[in-house]
Nanobody, 123 residues
């Protein structure tokens, strides 16, 4: 079992930046593919970014590609999401998640979830 705790959310103006962190405890962090997801009010949770166990493969949703960067530090059991050029439509609760699958695709492929951190982007 792994426990995930997100931090780093907050209120930022459009065009600004935030860096989210997700600290993991429990089972070996490096054995998980990690992902970031977000859920805006009244909308379904959606995929944001994912990173492979060693960090060599990263994948992004089209909506964040070129603006967000996912990274991980296996020595610190932490995954990060650097968010630049933020837009009001990025406002959401951001969740990190862990998957034991080799190539998770859908939300249901992720086994463990954090409780989320709120990101609000003002115009």
């Amino acid at each position: 079992q792994v426990q995930l705790v997100e931090s780093g959310g907050g209120l930022v103006q459009a065009g600004g930046s935030l860096r989210l962190s997700c600290a993991a405890s429990g089972r070996t962090f490096s054995s998980y593919v990690m992902g970031w997801f977000r859920q805006a009010p009244g909308k379904e949770r959606e995929f944001g970014a994912t990173i492979s166990r060693t960090g060599g493969i990263r994948r992004y949703a089209d909506s964040v590609k070129g603006r967000f960067t996912i990274s991980r530090d296996n020595a610190k059991n932490t995954v990060y999401l650097q968010m630049n050029s933020l837009k009001p439509e990025d406002t959401a609760v951001y969740y990190c998640a862990a998957s034991t699958r080799y190539a998770p695709i859908s939300l249901s492929d992720y086994d463990h979830w954090g409780r989320g951190t709120q990101v609000t982007v003002s115009s």
